[in-house]
């Protein structure tokens, strides 16, 4: 852990991504973008625990890094061949400092937005709003590590495809891997029926559907458009 | 006399860390000391270095003389890397669907470019293209390396998607959409490859040239679909 290379992941972001290009510092930008993920994380996930309390918050706490580490570990060899195939071979080595880099900036920008999403909660924020809030934060922060991953492509032909691809690979893996380790904030709805037959909210939910079927079916209930459970 | 033994190494050597010429900067001519004393320098930035070198950056590295031992060599690897997606994708009924997916995606790969190259280069040369064999063979053993490449890079990703999707249906379209996704890559690139090859030829022997690659990407496209829907159980295929 360097307070030195964290500056840099906040502060001069290109050149954290030349110094991974490079193939220089990459073992201490590593090392401390993973310290940065793991504790950024798990402090956003402890917060969005918070919505519900009690031991959904060690459980979110758990679930967030494990989802962001788990994504990068799929997301990393698509990266590299990603890259590669559009004309920038870059060693794996490179391709995991980057991602982890990138990574790292993400996880600090929930750390600075947790205790602001922890006071939206705290006053009482609903369950809708505490989801796109949670969402706005990601957003935020995938949009700080984006930067890292463009400006580590350095300049060329296929730069802005590459970029599109890491980022559709990424969005898809990690909503999937997200979607999985469901639940984070709990429904009212599901909280009202765990308490009603004092039952315990599970760690994990029950295996069901996937990421593409709940976008889809969240873009209908959004129109209004409610199925009916069992239907498919 | 015992042959020498093969190993990947020994055609796609690992990567190296040696200073060349070009990396060492020239030394400073004597009077630029004198100039430099009479006005501050400004410390000039510092040229971008090289990409470090890679085993991808060799495997699909373009080269300058055809060396057919090479060339298999890629095409298998290229072949054996899709093996690695197939095997993924059978990681969601197990047992035999390891075998099945493992044979059935590469084997796209193959009749593609083993049944449609050789078409294309008889056309190309009917049209008097200024491609040589060597050049297509080349491309489209780095076609399939580069398929083969990317297709193993989604492979972790192919398995998260078709092992935690409870419907076959969406199982079916994250195994479809990474498919999709190597073969664009491998046709792309075989394409590109020998598009640039017909760039200097008269325009009605490119535009010839661009016709046979219009109708070979469709072929392929085609044919890849024929053969992952008829063997990939994932797709529907033989069960």
């Known amino acids: 852990m360097s307070a030195v290379v964290l500056n840099r992941l906040l502060r001069a972001p290109d050149e954290i991504a030349a110094a991974c290009r490079e193939d220089r510092d990459v073992r201490a930008i590593a090392a401390t973008s993973l310290v940065a993920l793991a504790v950024g994380a798990a402090v956003f996930g402890g917060v969005i625990g918070s919505f519900r309390g009690g031991v959904q918050i060690a459980y979110a706490a758990l679930k967030v890094p494990f989802a962001m580490m788990a994504t990068l570990a799929l997301c990393v060899p698509a990266f590299h061949a990603i890259a590669a195939g559009l004309g920038r071979a870059f060693p794996l080595r490179v391709i995991v400092a980057l991602a982890l880099a990138a990574a790292g900036r993400a996880a600090l920008v929930l750390l600075a937005v947790a205790p602001l999403l922890w006071l939206t909660f705290d006053r009482g924020l609903g369950y809708h709003a505490a989801a796109l809030a949670s969402a706005l934060a990601y957003a935020a922060a995938g949009a700080a590590a984006f930067s890292v991953l463009v400006r580590g492509l350095g300049g060329g032909e296929g730069r802005v495809l590459t970029a599109v691809a890491f980022a559709a690979v990424f969005f898809a893996v990690g909503g999937q891997t997200s979607w999985i380790l469901r639940p984070y904030l709990i429904r009212p709805r599901t909280w009202a029926a765990a308490s009603q037959h004092a039952q315990k909210i599970p760690f994990l939910r029950a295996y069901e559907g996937s990421f593409a079927d709940s976008l889809y079916k969240s873009s209908r209930s959004a129109r209004d458009v409610y199925d009916e459970e069992g239907s498919r | ?239």
């Open chain 2, 1 to 239: 006399m015992q042959a020498p033994a093969f190993s990947i190494e020994g055609v796609f050597p690992p990567p190296s860390r040696d200073v060349t010429d070009s990396d060492v900067p020239p030394p400073a001519a004597p009077g630029d000391a004198l100039a430099a004393s009479a006005v501050p320098p400004m410390p000039a930035p510092p040229p971008p270095l090289p990409l470090p070198p890679s085993w991808t950056a060799n495997l699909l590295a373009v080269d300058a003389e055809l060396s057919p031992r090479r060339e298999a060599t890629r095409f298998g690897v290229g072949l054996g890397l899709a093996a690695l997606y197939g095997l993924a994708l059978g990681a969601r009924e197990g047992r035999l669907a390891f075998l099945a997916h493992a044979a059935g995606v590469p084997a796209a790969l193959l009749v593609a470019f083993g049944v449609g190259i050789p078409a294309l280069y008889i056309f190309l040369a009917l049209v008097d293209a200024p491609v040589a064999v060597a050049a297509v063979a080349a491309a489209a053993t780095r076609a399939t390396a580069t398929a083969g490449l990317v297709l193993a890079g989604l492979a972790p990703a192919a398995a998260l998607f078709v092992v935690t999707s409870e419907r076959p249906g969406a199982a079916a379209l994250a195994a479809g959409v990474g498919l999709a996704v190597g073969g664009a890559f491998g046709l792309g690139n075989v394409v590109s490859d020998l598009r640039r090859s017909v760039e200097g030829a008269r325009a009605p022997v490119r535009v010839a040239a661009d016709l046979a690659f219009g109708v070979f990407g469709l072929f392929a496209v085609i044919v890849a679909l024929r053969v992952w829907m008829s063997l990939l159980p994932v797709l529907g295929g033989v069960q």
